[in-house]
Nanobody
Framework: VQLQASGGGLVQAGGSLRLSCAAS????????MGWYRQAPGKQRELVAT???????NYADSVKGRFTISRDNAKNTVYLQMNSLKPEDTAVYYC???????????????WGQGTLVTVSS
């Protein structure tokens, strides 16, 4: 199972970016998909998660600005980021937890990370 993230880049404060992450590898279903981020010198932190049924959880710092969504048929999760702030600058990682394939199940799979830089 592999996760491929894309969509990061450089944006000015107040701008928007959309991240995408596609999971591949004979997948039958994925229970939870989400986004985490790690800023320089800080620990990785939760940004948002979404279950296969559509239940969503956001970090307080992004509520009202970020929107997570997923396409179960494509095994893809998205993160629409609006009103970006310099403190949103980080490497953003996608995550898939409890991935069921035709051969075995996987816990806690991570993408390679995509850099988001917000300039002031």
């Amino acid at each position: 199972v592999q996760l491929q993230a894309s969509g990061g880049g450089l944006v000015q404060a107040g701008g928007s970016l959309r991240l995408s992450c596609a999971a591949s590898g004979s997948i039958r279903s994925i229970d939870v998909m989400g986004w985490y981020r790690q800023a320089p010198g800080k620990q990785r932190e939760l940004v948002a998660t979404i279950t296969s049924g559509g239940s969503i959880n956001y970090a307080d710092s992004v509520k009202g600005r970020f929107t997570i969504s997923r396409d179960n048929a494509k095994n893809t999760v998205y993160l629409q980021m609006n009103s970006l702030k310099p403190e949103d600058t980080a490497v953003y990682y996608c995550n898939a937890d409890l991935v069921r394939t035709y051969w075995r199940n996987y816990k806690d799979r991570w993408g390679q990370g995509t850099l988001v830089t917000v300039s002031s």
